[in-house]
């Protein structure tokens, strides 16, 4: 079955504070892909990065950076020097290739409230 | 370019109606899915359309339907609305329908059932 889980709730930072979200995943398929999305208090979800499982190389982009181990079935989301504009709901989700025609259905975890206060 | 628009952005109904959201993707896009997110959970999958055809539904019943137009537009109905189905309802445009591929989300609209 597939099943992604964000076990942190809640977390509380001061800003200039690193963090990191976790996201355990579970899957049958070999060939599948990661994501994490930022959901603002509008709640349009903005997309953040794509992985696929094939690709083990951890990723930065500017304070960001993802960790993705397949021995573990953990794709990690970390914030260097967090800023109160982090502030957001974070949500990682899980979209296998071989799933019938839909291509694009994305599972996603419950997700987890960052507050960054100032 | 503009990005996913959806509408209306609020709607309040009553139990037992029926109610129809729209969306508009990114100019480009092909491939358009719907999602539902329930204050405090994640969004799970409706449907994903492309090129006007179905491509794939998730764990919703017959009352939820949706269709895409021949520009691509979409729109998802809901009938004899239940006071579960308020909730958030997001629409999400990818340029790939038979590859998976970035999704881009719209503001949703916030459907509430009383």
């Known amino acids: 079955a597939q099943k992604v889980t964000q076990a942190q709730t809640e977390i509380s930072v001061v800003e200039k504070e690193d963090v990191t979200l976790d996201c355990v995943y579970e899957t049958r398929d070999t060939t599948y892909y990661l994501f994490w999305y930022k959901q603002p208090p509008s709640g349009e979800l903005v997309f953040l990065i794509r992985?696929?499982?094939?690709?083990?190389q951890n990723e930065i982009s500017g304070r960001y950076s993802w960790n993705f181990q397949k021995s573990t079935s953990s794709f990690n989301f970390t914030i260097t020097a967090s800023q109160v504009v982090d502030s957001a709901v974070y949500f990682c989700a899980l979209s296998e290739a071989s799933y019938g025609g839909a291509t694009n259905k994305l599972i996603f975890g419950t997700g987890t409230l960052l507050a960054v206060q100032p | 370019d503009a990005g996913v628009t959806q509408s209306p952005t609020h709607l309040i109904k009553t139990r037992g109606q029926q109610v129809t959201l729209r969306c508009s993707p990114i100019?480009?896009?092909?491939?358009v899915s719907w999602y539902q997110q329930v204050l405090g959970q994640g969004p799970q999958f409706i449907f994903q359309?492309?090129?006007?055809?179905?491509?794939g539904r998730g764990n919703f019943p017959d009352r939820f339907s949706a269709r895409q137009f021949p520009n691509y537009s979409s729109e998802l109905n809901v009938n004899a609305l239940l006071l579960g189905d308020s909730a958030l309802y997001l629409c999400a445009s990818s340029s790939s329908g038979t590859s998976v591929s970035e999704q881009f989300f719209g503001p949703g609209t916030r459907l509430t059932v009383l």
């Open positions: 992985r696929n499982s094939f690709d083990e």
């Open positions: 100019s480009g896009h092909k491939s």
């Open positions: 359309y492309y090129e006007k055809e179905e491509r």
